[in-house]
């Protein structure tokens, strides 16, 4: 079964950092894209960044673009996202997920979530 956990969620100053973990178990890792997801109150659930299995193909929605870094540990299981300036519009509860699709994918296209970590990006 394939579980995933993240971690590093807190509240932040606007313009400050914070690094979101996702630690999932089992031996598939690596055959899996990672994607990180967020959910602000009302709103949505967005695609918010991925990453191939192997590491080398990075994917963003604009508004996170140059703030935003994805990468993975597949020794450790663990897909991470360092997120930088960030901003209130930042706010919102942040989800990782595991899946097969490639690129700019929508929610349904990945098969496993973790349970969620909310960033609060307030002053």
């Known amino acids: 079964q394939v579980q995933l956990v993240e971690s590093g969620g807190g509240l932040v100053q606007p313009g400050g950092s914070l690094r979101l973990s996702c630690t999932v178990s089992g031996p598939t890792f690596s055959s899996f894209v990672m994607g990180w997801f967020r959910q602000a109150p009302g709103k949505e659930r967005e695609f918010v960044s991925s990453?191939?299995?192997?590491?080398?193909?990075?994917y963003y929605i604009d508004s996170v673009k140059g703030r935003f870094t994805i990468s993975r540990d597949n020794a450790k299981n663990t897909v991470y996202l360092q997120m930088n300036d960030l901003s209130p519009e930042d706010t919102a509860v942040y989800y990782c997920?595991?899946?097969?699709?490639?690129?700019?994918?929508?929610?349904?296209?990945?098969?496993?979530w973790g349970q969620g970590t909310q960033v609060t990006v307030s002053s």
């Open positions: 997920a595991a899946g097969r699709c490639v690129g700019l994918c929508s929610a349904r296209q990945y098969n496993y």
């Open positions: 990453i191939n299995w192997s590491g080398t193909g990075t």
